[in-house]
């Protein structure tokens, strides 16, 4: 068993820490993770410089570019050996509902699916680490138990978020979906020392689509969401709406 690891923190995350805790023991593990912290960066690849890869001490190899960069550097040079399995985290902050179009957490394990790899990415719901170890030992949980039983699909991609709750490995497990957000928040405009406008990005908006069976949900009734994520953002149940309109206004021969 040869496991990939990776995170959207920065090598020196005490979460990329913990994760490798939780798969010691289970197989060969390699960790390659961004230079810095690369949250928000999505999916984004390095395309305009080349990347560079060091070593610290304590073995982890990282990269001045994105958790994608970091996986796809892995897999398509890197590494001697292909993994079996990408897990990407422990994640400061939740990754549900649209969350997970930007996150690099999520991108770091998506970039793994890609290559036909099954892949995991882990997050705690609230920021500041608290309760750390619980959450390792629910990593190592997921882990174990997708090593165990595999699931009869070949290539899967699973996002896991932890309450932040000194109990985390005791708590239930769902399956869920992804909720919705309300729009962020507006931006916030300063002035730079040179008296130039700058602007923020505004807070996540609130959870709007977070009923019974989504990750929101879950996470505030105090239980661990998984939920099974895909690639493929087609509008399957519109495809034959837009049909039927490209027929009836972009005729072909318009």
């Known amino acids: 068993m040869r496991i990939l690891i990776a995170n959207d923190d920065g090598y020196l995350a005490p979460g990329l820490a913990a994760l490798v805790r939780a798969c010691e023991g289970l197989g060969e593990l390699d960790v390659v993770a961004p230079e810095q912290n690369a949250s928000g960066t999505s999916n984004a690849l390095t395309l305009n410089r080349p990347l560079s890869v060091w070593t610290a001490p304590n073995g982890f190899r990282y990269i001045n570019g994105t958790p994608s960069d970091c ?9 001697e050996h292909r993994p079996d399995l990408v897990v990407s985290g422990i994640n400061q902050g939740a990754n549900m509902g649209d969350d997970t179009l930007y996150s690099g957490t999520v991108a770091a394990a998506m970039e793994g699916y890609l290559f036909g790899i099954p892949s995991i990415a882990f997050s705690q719901v609230e920021k500041g680490w608290t309760h750390l170890d619980a959450a390792t030992q629910v990593v190592r949980r997921v882990i174990q138990a997708v090593l165990d039983s595999p699931p009869a699909a ?24 992804l909720g919705r957000r309300h729009a962020s928040e507006p931006v916030i405009r300063q002035l730079s020392p040179r008296g130039d406008p700058i602007y923020w990005i505004g807070a996540a908006g609130d959870a709007r689509e977070c009923g019974e069976g989504t990750d929101f949900h879950a996470v505030d009734h105090g239980l661990i969401s998984v939920t099974p994520l895909q690639v493929d953002l087609t509008d399957h149940a519109g495809v034959a709406d837009w049909s039927q309109w490209w027929r009836s206004t972009l005729r072909d021969d318009a």
């Open 71 to 79: 996986v796809h550097v892995a897999l398509t040079g890197l590494l």
């Open 154 to 177: 070949s290539n899967w991609l699973l996002n896991v978020n932890i309450p932040n709750r000194h109990d985390a490995a005791s708590l239930d497990h769902r399956i869920t979906r």
